[in-house]
Antibody, heavy 119, light 108 residues
Framework: EVQLVESGGGLVQPGGSLRLSCAAS????????MNWVRQAPGKGLEWVSY????????YYADSVKGRFTISRDNAKNSLYLHMNSLRAEDTAVYYC????????????WGQGTKVTVSS | ETVMTQSPATLSVSPGESVTLPCRASQSVSNNLAWYQQKPGQPPRLLIY???SRASGIPARFSGSGSGTEFTLTISSLQSEDFAVYYC??????????FGGGTKVEIK
């Protein structure tokens, strides 16, 4: 059974940093691209970042470029999102999601971790 | 950026009825279109990919169609568990991946 479990969310002050983790199991993690997608309270879905299976191709949404860094450790079956210079508008539930075999749709999602940026 | 538009934001439907949810892309996305269902407090669940292919375990009452810029998700004979928010997402012209704003299907 495919499982994605996010952790690392919490309350942080504006300008602060946080590192999210996503532990993967039940599939060959090193064979799949991964995404982070977020959802602000009461709002829709917003794609944040993408990393290819090998880790050597990375993309970011303009809203987080230069502040967030995606990475992965295939030996540990883990995905990460390092978030710096956090803003109130980064407040959201952050989901890790596995890319599809035939395109970058999200076939599997974690339960999400909540990030609140507030003073 | 390819803008995905879902309208209306809310549809009121009676159980047992069928409903068609539209999704429009600002430029062609070929058939690289996915649909997701999301219930309160839960992550999204993939329903359809490739515009018309059902994901594993998805009931046959869910069907997708369209290509280019116009797409629809049809749910035939709505069940109580189908009342939720539905999102479309294009994965043809990216980055960025883009989602529609969602359509909430509520009980009439």
């Amino acid at each position: 059974e495919v499982q994605l479990v996010e952790s690392g969310g919490g309350l942080v002050q504006p300008g602060g940093s946080l590192r999210l983790s996503c532990a993967a199991s039940g599939f060959s993690f090193s064979s799949y691209s991964m995404n982070w997608v977020r959802q602000a309270p009461g709002k829709g879905l917003e794609w944040v970042s993408y990393i290819v299976a090998s880790g050597n191709i990375i993309y970011y949404a303009d809203s987080v470029k230069g502040r967030f860094t995606i990475s992965r450790d295939n030996a540990k079956n883990s995905l990460y999102l390092h978030m710096n210079s956090l803003r109130a508008e980064d407040t959201a539930v952050y989901y890790c999601a596995r890319g599809g075999a035939t395109g970058n749709f999200a076939g599997y999602w974690g339960q999400g971790t909540k990030v609140t940026v507030s003073s | 950026e390819t803008v995905m538009t879902q309208s209306p934001a809310t549809l009121s439907v009676s159980p047992g009825e069928s409903v068609t949810l539209p999704c429009r892309a600002s430029q062609s996305v070929s058939n690289n279109l996915a649909w997701y269902q999301q219930k309160p407090g839960q992550p999204p669940r993939l329903l359809i990919y490739g515009a018309s292919s059902r994901a594993s375990g998805i009931p046959a009452r869910f069907s997708g169609s369209g290509s280019g810029t116009e797409f629809t998700l049809t749910i035939s004979s709505l069940q109580s568990e189908d009342f939720a928010v539905y999102y479309c997402q294009q994965y043809n012209n990216w980055p960025p991946l883009t989602f529609g704003g969602g359509t909430k299907v509520e009980i009439k």
